[in-house]
């Protein structure tokens, strides 16, 4: 039991660890690592299965895809570091992580999210970016003149969604966006 509670003492870092993202564009409020993995479960439990989707796998897979930034922080592409050395960092910190819970399952289902081979693989990660897009308009809202600077949250984003049920929350995301109303 003490290897799990610490173990719970490391994943409890990304309560606090801000998201780099809405911290280098000067979010003064900036979500945790944690808010965004819980509402991005929460999006997978909702909408897994309406979606055909396996829903436990996928709540499982969105609430450990991000387990490594408690150990590595929350590493953006504006870092400069290659998307390869950022997954063997991740890798590590995984491996770390679990290596005293004995739970393979856990590196299991992130390693399948990293791999981005099965359909709910797939589908997590389309969550994980319209969760991020979620919170890029509420931070439009509460910070008006931030807008400009949330764009490149936006950039892209549409041409690699792939599920419908995912693509209709980006279209009613974008246009409250473009309304101007949450």
């Given at each position: ?5 610490e ?8 309560k606090?660890?801000?998201?780099t ?18 509402r991005t479960?929460v ?5 897994s299965?309406?979606a055909?989707?396996d829903?436990?796998?996928c709540?499982k897979?969105a609430l450990?895809h991000?387990?490594a930034e408690a150990i ?7 870092d400069g570091i290659?998307?390869e050395?950022?997954?063997e960092?991740e890798r590590?910190a ?7 819970i004995?739970d393979?399952?856990l590196l299991?289902?992130w ?12 589908f997590?990660?389309e969550?994980d970016?319209?969760?991020?897009l ?5 931070y439009e809202?509460e910070?008006r003149e931030?807008?400009?600077d949330l764009?490149?949250?936006w950039?892209?984003?549409e041409?690699r969604l792939?599920n419908?049920h995912i693509?209709e ?10 309304s101007g109303?949450s």
């Open positions: 039991m003490n290897d799990i509670l173990f719970l003492h490391k994943v409890g870092r990304l606090r660890l801000k998201r993202g809405w911290v280098v564009r000067g979010i003064a409020d900036a979500e945790s690592v944690a808010d965004h993995s819980f479960a999006a997978a439990l909702v909408l299965e309406r055909g989707m829903k436990n796998k709540v897979m450990v991000d387990l590595v922080g929350d590493i953006t592409p504006f290659s998307i050395e950022k997954h960092k590590k995984m491996q770390e992580l679990v290596k005293n004995d393979e399952k299991q289902l390693s399948e999210y990293e791999e981005q081979k099965t359909p709910e693989a797939k997590v990660y969550l970016m319209i969760e991020m979620t919170q890029a308009l509420e809202q910070h931030k807008r400009a764009d490149t949250f950039a892209h984003t041409e792939q419908r693509k929350i980006y279209r009613l995301l974008l246009e409250k966006r473009m109303k």
